[in-house]
């Protein structure tokens, strides 16, 4: 694996971002959250000064299977376990790196791309707070957007049933991602993210870092405390079914 160092000539780039949460259906609630994302090439992850490492460190096995030699090839022995052959085509990974040692996605996408530079496929990784992943593979159209049923558990206030809508174009100078669940009839779940690329150099990632610290661990935070504040206001718990590994996210 080749790598980039972070500054100027760095393919990575930082978002911050906005996060928000509406949902709609049986009851109403919103929350919104501030936080940054790191947009990288998997081949070439940077590489930061030795002192500040432990603010960004991508692992593994924080994707897909776990246990294969880099993110990029536990991404390939998915798509190839679905019949894709990048052909070593370019990849761009949204995801949210560790801090201080600690990571949680609840999404990290990946626009997956041939040998020819054509988007092949969006891959989105959902990870929930028992320590559980699961991928959707999306064939997108023109706008970024696609439709696939829902089979993973993610909150314990929603069974798995109904069906995503995604909008997940490519960020560019900005970040709009947009995932909304329906379910009987009505849309009951809307997430989205909103960022605004900025290059990935040393004063960039300091910045980020003293107004966001701990960023991952605020994340996994702020859900459990939503989760609380859904369950006084007595929204019943789904039971949560057996999770089966996908075909190739096997460890």
């Known amino acids: 694996m080749s790598a980039g160092p972070l500054g100027a000539e760095s393919v990575a780039a930082l978002y911050d971002c906005v996060i928000t949460h509406v949902r709609r259906k049986p009851l109403r609630h919103a929350l919104r959250h501030r936080t940054y994302l790191w947009c990288v090439d998997p081949d070439r992850l940077p590489v930061l000064p030795r002192p500040l490492r432990p603010l960004a460190r991508f692992d593994t096995r924080d994707h897909f299977g776990g246990t294969a030699g880099s993110i990029r090839a536990g991404l390939d022995a998915f798509l190839a376990a679905h019949g894709i052959d990048l052909q070593g ?57 696609a439709e696939v049923d829902k089979e993973f558990y993610v909150s314990p206030f929603f069974a798995v049933e109904g069906r995503y809508r995604m909008r997940l174009p490519l960020p560019g100078e900005h970040l709009g991602l947009t995932i909304r669940l329906e379910h009987e009839g009505g849309r009951a779940f809307t997430a989205a993210v909103r960022g605004v690329r900025r290059p990935a150099s040393v004063p960039a990632l300091l910045s980020a870092a003293v107004r966001r610290p701990w960023s991952t661990a605020a ?28 075909k190739g996210m096997l460890p």
């Open 219 to 246: 994340v996994w935070a702020g859900i459990r405390r939503h989760g609380v504040h859904l369950l006084l206001r007595g929204l019943p718990v789904r039971p949560r079914p057996r999770h089966t590994p996908q």
């Open 89 to 145: 085509g370019r990849v761009v990974m949204l995801a949210h790196a560790r801090v201080f040692g600690y990571v949680f996605n609840p999404l990290s996408v990946y626009w997956c791309h041939d040998s020819s530079d054509a988007l092949v496929c969006v891959v989105a990784e959902v990870h929930n707070t028992y320590g559980q992943r699961h991928c959707y593979l999306l064939r997108t159209d023109e706008a970024g957007e």
